[in-house]
């Protein structure tokens, strides 16, 4: 690891203002992708902020019937809430099919929506990477990209987005929310949090320098069937090829959103319409103008093929 200095805060705001204030500053709670980053030194932050003290560890019921998860809140204990296993059964089953035990009692909330792509290239700093170096190539292009994504990316970036929660999150129709260098606080609805990557696939997030998540906020529940499966090259600690997340009524309608095919959690809500059709109408709309490789192509059957057993199992 390069050098860096330390420092504990003590509010949501002075932590924003503290990363604001210092040029290469980073946020630092669970760790388990930024340290880790770090003894790559693909991310070399000058000054840390720990923001564990800042009691954001809560998940609260909110006035409007949903619940809102404090930024700190591990991903072990929202999957294990009982709230959430009965009213957003979605999200605690892509939670547990992420990572492991061990780093689910680590990773946080807000970590977990904030985590960097795991394409390979992305952290062999001997590669070229848009990513990691704005306007040094796209090794993935070129390469080998199996993993990689079939829709939303552009000529600088086809790297996917590794969160199983987030697709969940998507699904739910989640909010986050933020305090910014300001003081200000902040609402941002899911599916303007993550960016595709376009000309800057270095900017993951819409996030302002220094803002720092404080919580996310679910809507009073939907109901419905709600099931995430994730397809994968073995059974656990894998990312996902493809993943599904659905939420399915009595009379067909529902939601869905699919991991490991894009830049951010893909969720087209035209494509909802088509769920009493069947998981094909759904596809052929959800990933329309999808643009995979000789290596990829194999993500649009298996994209239908695992959202028709979602609907099947929903249904059954």
Known sequence: ???????????????????????????????????????????????????????????????????????????????????????????????????????????????????????????DTNMPCNK??????????????????????????????????????????ATVETVRADGAARVIPIADFHRLPGNTPHIDSNLQPGELITSVTLPAPVGGTQLYHKVRDRASYAFALVSVAAIVQRDGTGRVALGGVAHKPWRVEAAEAEMPRGARAVTERLLAGAHP???????????????????NQARS
Do not use: W
């Open 132 to 173: 990691r170096v704005p306007g040094s190539g796209c090794s993935a292009l070129g390469g080998y990209n199996r993993q990689h994504a079939i829709v939303g990316g552009s000529d600088a970036c086809i790297a996917t987005h590794p969160s199983d929660m987030a697709v969940a999150l998507r699904a739910l129709d």
């Open 293 to 311: 490789t000789h290596d990829n192509a194999f993500k649009l059957p298996l994209a239908e093929r695992t959202l028709a057993s979602v609907l």
């Open 1 to 123: 690891m390069k050098p860096f200095t330390y420092e504990r805060a003590n509010t949501p705001a002075q932590a924003a203002a503290a990363v604001a204030a210092k040029p290469g500053a980073k946020f630092v709670a669970g760790g388990t992708n930024l340290l880790d980053l770090m003894k790559l030194q693909i991310e070399t932050p000058a000054h840390l902020v720990d923001v564990n003290g800042l009691g954001l560890d809560r998940i609260e019921p909110t006035a409007q019937g949903g619940l809102r998860i404090g930024a700190l809140v591990r991903n072990a204990d929202l999957a294990a809430d009982a709230r959430v296993r009965r009213e957003y059964g979605v999200l605690s089953r892509a939670l547990v099919a992420g990572a492991s035990g061990q780093l689910r009692n680590m990773a946080t909330t807000a970590g977990n929506l904030l985590q960097r792509t795991r394409c390979p290239y992305f952290y």
